[in-house]
């Protein structure tokens, strides 16, 4: 069995097939590397039980166990709207896995176009914002107690905080200092419209 599976080859680790449960476990999947998406995860595809199936992969730096367990709760309070994608449990229960390249997590497939490609006419952007009325209005019914900061915010805010204390002045340096660097002129048109915006950043974050 072991052999079988390494044979696939496809670069989904056994310990991953072993948490899957039927009908993925034994099932080939159809690599897509980042499949256009900057978030550093990892995207397969597969095909079985007359539906299409994905696996991600997120990168070790994000999110942490305690953050995706979050994220999952709050996709399972919203699964009576039909366009987001539920992660399904694996043999233990869990909805997602984790091995020393990531956390790994179990959809649907969700078909459809980037935005990018399409016209953004009256009728697609009125839907997309309903939906998006739709999702605030199921979460907002979540009671919480005082005034809680959101993940992503508490996120920014140290992002920005270290940025502000030295992280910017290291990449400035490195785009000064290496002048083979093929992107060099455009780092360094960044750094000097982020150092300039720090602070209003920094300041709409805290309010």
Do not use: K, Y
Not at 46 to 55: D, E, F, I, K, P
Not at 104 to 114: N, R
Not at 153 to 159: K, N, T
Request: aromatic share 6%; proline share 5%; glycine share 10%.
């Amino acid at each position: 069995m072991t052999l079988w599976l390494d044979a696939m080859n496809d670069g989904v680790p056994l310990e991953v097939r072993a948490w899957l449960s039927q009908p993925w476990r034994g099932v080939a999947w159809e690599s897509l590397g980042a499949a256009g998406g900057l978030s550093g995860a990892r995207f397969w595809r597969t095909s079985v039980a007359g539906g299409r199936w994905g696996l991600r992969c997120w990168p070790r730096e994000h999110p942490s166990r305690e953050r995706l367990a979050q994220i999952h709760r709050w996709l399972r309070l919203a699964s009576s709207l039909v366009f987001l994608p539920q992660p399904l449990p694996g043999v233990d229960g869990c909805s997602w896995c984790e091995t020393r390249d990531g956390l790994w997590e179990l959809t649907a497939w969700m078909p459809g176009e980037s935005a990018a490609r399409l016209s953004a006419d009256d009728a697609r952007l009125v839907s997309a914002m309903r939906g998006v009325a739709e999702l605030h209005a199921i979460w907002s019914r979540e009671s919480t107690a005082g005034n809680v900061v959101s993940p992503a915010v508490r996120e920014r805010r140290a992002r920005l905080a270290a940025l502000a204390t030295g992280a910017l002045e290291q990449l400035e340096r490195v785009a000064a200092a290496r002048g083979e660097l093929p992107l060099r002129a455009t780092g360094s048109t960044g750094c000097r419209a982020l150092r300039a915006a720090l602070p209003v950043l920094r300041a709409r974050l805290e309010e």
